[in-house]
């Protein structure tokens, strides 16, 4: 969330940003200057009155110590104090609205973000490795999975509905191999501590990250008793709330954490897109990489959580490109974020694998997290968020790319501890 006095005294700027964002400025500030403007005027309403109101006390205890009536005085402090009160209700109430306002209003792009206003518009900034040639014309994973019967969609189907998958034998196991790499690159070689949180979280927690109340549409909740609880759309949010109120020490900073879990997300207005295969689920797995730092470490904290993404790639053998996306097509929370790219050569496309995003003291603000440094002064930290990486991407990338001829896939090198020495996953193996 975006500092009230900011957005106060910088609202053409944030109306400025809204339009770079590819947003309506009137819809997401609406009478922001208006509510403010009636909300600081109620409270010095009130301020003044509580001084009259003082003043009048006074006036009651002299009057009754030298005797004199004190009617007219009790009366008047008697209808200050309902003048305090409506004007203390109406501020509050403003202040509500103000919240609400300020709520809706997505993060300030850092100056290195390109402005643009679609994924047309992100900017390139490297490539690693090449992309796999063939002999054959390489199929898409949904081909290869059914033929080696490791992948079900229609099973899934009838389970739950569209856009879910069933893992069967070898399918299942590469998926949790990919896993358990990423988890131990991670934990083992990048300094991360692994976490295994809930997969159901409360609205506070959705708000602290900034799903709610925006992306309440995309997420899938479950009524609870009295509250709602929410199916978790990335373990960024249960991760990232882990130090929600709290103050932490400087000398523990940066802290880096780890979790592979579920994601479950609603893909509201993603009607028709991504139709075959696994690509676009309501269900998938991803191992996430939460970083909380100090302001002036946030950017190169967010260089290396980046980098450390991609080696998990590197180390599949896997061809990628990374851009930084433009300002039209970044996250809601973000300052700065980078995409990860992996190349698919059974459907000759690039397609997101990772999302790695600086959000400045943006989360910070909402969940009420900071930091106390060597000069005791509390500042906000500074969160970042990647994910290391989706695992249902990083296998559609395996298979697409370790195909042979005859339709089996090779296991790379990496993995194949994992999946206890095995080599080849071929048809009736």
């Not at 700027?13 to 997401?28: K, S």
């Not at 402090?77 to 309902?82: G, H, M, Q, S």
């Not at 976490?195 to 602290?208: A, E, I, K, Q, R």
Request: proline share 4%; glycine share 6%.
């Amino acid at each position: 969330m975006l500092e009230l006095s900011f957005v106060r005294d910088n609202l053409s700027r944030v109306e400025e940003m809204l339009r770079q964002r590819g947003a309506d400025p009137a819809a997401v500030l609406k009478d922001f200057r208006e509510v403010d403007t009636q909300r600081r005027q109620a409270i010095t309403e009130a301020e003044t009155m509580k001084a009259r109101r003082n003043k009048a006390s006074e006036d009651i205890n002299k009057l009754k110590k030298s005797g004199r009536d004190a009617t007219a005085a009790i009366a008047e402090t008697k209808n200050l104090r309902e003048e305090i009160q409506a004007r203390e209700k109406t501020a509050a109430d403003l202040d509500a609205r103000l919240h609400d306002i300020l709520a809706g209003i997505p993060n300030v792009p850092h100056a290195s973000v390109p402005v643009g206003h679609s994924a047309e518009e992100n900017v390139e900034v490297r490539r690693w490795g090449a992309a796999p040639k063939f002999d054959f014309t390489p199929k898409p994973h949904w081909e290869l999975g059914e033929q080696l019967g490791v992948l079900d969609l229609e099973r899934a189907v009838k389970l739950t509905g569209a856009r879910f998958v069933v893992y069967w034998d070898l399918g299942a196991k590469l998926e949790r191999a990919l896993a358990n790499f990423m988890l131990d690159l991670h934990t083992r070689e990048h300094g991360y501590t692994e976490v295994l949180p809930p997969y159901l979280v409360n609205s506070d927690s959705m708000y602290g990250t900034g799903q709610l109340p925006k992306f309440a549409a995309d997420s899938f909740r479950v009524p609870h008793g009295e509250k709602d609880l929410w199916l978790i759309p990335t373990s960024e949010v249960p991760v990232t709330n882990l130090y929600r109120d709290e103050i932490l020490d400087a000398t523990r900073l940066p802290i880096s954490l780890t979790a592979y879990t579920p994601c479950f997300r609603s893909e509201a207005g993603s009607y028709g897109k991504d139709t075959r295969g696994i690509i676009r689920q309501h269900q998938f797995q991803k191992v996430e990489l939460v970083k909380f730092t100090r302001p002036e470490n946030s950017y190169e904290e967010h260089e290396k959580l980046t980098r450390n993404a991609e080696e998990v790639l590197q180390k599949l053998g896997l061809h990628y490109r990374v851009v930084t996306l433009c300002t039209g097509d970044m996250g809601f929370a973000a300052q700065k974020t980078y995409d990860i790219e992996v190349w698919l050569p059974g459907q000759n496309i690039y397609r997101e694998i990772s999302s790695c995003s600086a959000c400045g003291d943006f989360q910070a603000r909402r969940m009420n997290a900071r930091y106390r440094g060597k000069d005791r002064n509390v500042r906000h930290v500074h969160t970042l968020n990647g994910s290391g990486v989706a695992v249902g991407r990083a296998l559609i990338a395996v298979m697409e790319t370790y195909q042979d001829s005859d339709g089996s896939i090779a296991v790379p090198d990496v993995l194949q501890t994992y999946m206890g020495g095995l080599k080849k996953i071929a048809k009736g193996e």
